[in-house]
């Protein structure tokens, strides 16, 4: 079964930065798409970004877009997550999740996805 977790959440202060990471194991197969989404209190989850496989095909989404960044290390079975420029509406639970598609899939529909992490704090506040 494939388990995701993530790490590297916190508190950052507005302008501030954080990397995500999320580490991947149980897998079954070498193909598979990888996204982040978050979560904040009293909304629906969103999509932030997504990375295929061969990392061809990357997406962003949602109001984040143009401050983050993703990435994948195959080597670790991680996909990490760069943000700057945090703002206090970035504060949310975001999630890793994993879809076994074609090398060049990407999505950010969370309906997508199969297997999710348990997810990591973020929170934007001075």
């Known amino acids: 079964q494939l388990q995701l977790v993530e790490s590297g959440g916190g508190l950052v202060q507005p302008g501030g930065s954080l990397r995500l990471s999320c580490a991947a194991s149980?897998?079954?197969?070498?193909?598979?798409?990888l996204g982040w989404f978050r979560q904040a209190p009293g909304k629906e989850r969103e999509g932030v970004s997504c990375i295929s496989s061969n990392g061809g095909s990357i997406k962003y989404g949602g109001s984040a877009m143009g401050r983050v960044t993703v990435s994948r290390d195959d080597a670790k079975n991680r996909v990490y997550l760069q943000m700057n420029n945090l703002k206090p509406e970035d504060t949310a639970v975001y999630y890793c999740?994993?879809?076994?598609?074609?090398?060049?899939?990407?999505?950010?529909?969370?309906?997508?996805?199969?297997?999710w992490g348990q997810g990591t704090q973020v929170t934007v506040s001075s």
């Open positions: 999740a994993a879809t076994y598609k074609p090398y060049y899939y990407c999505s950010i529909d969370r309906g997508e996805y199969e297997y």
């Open positions: 149980g897998l079954t197969s070498e193909t598979y798409a």
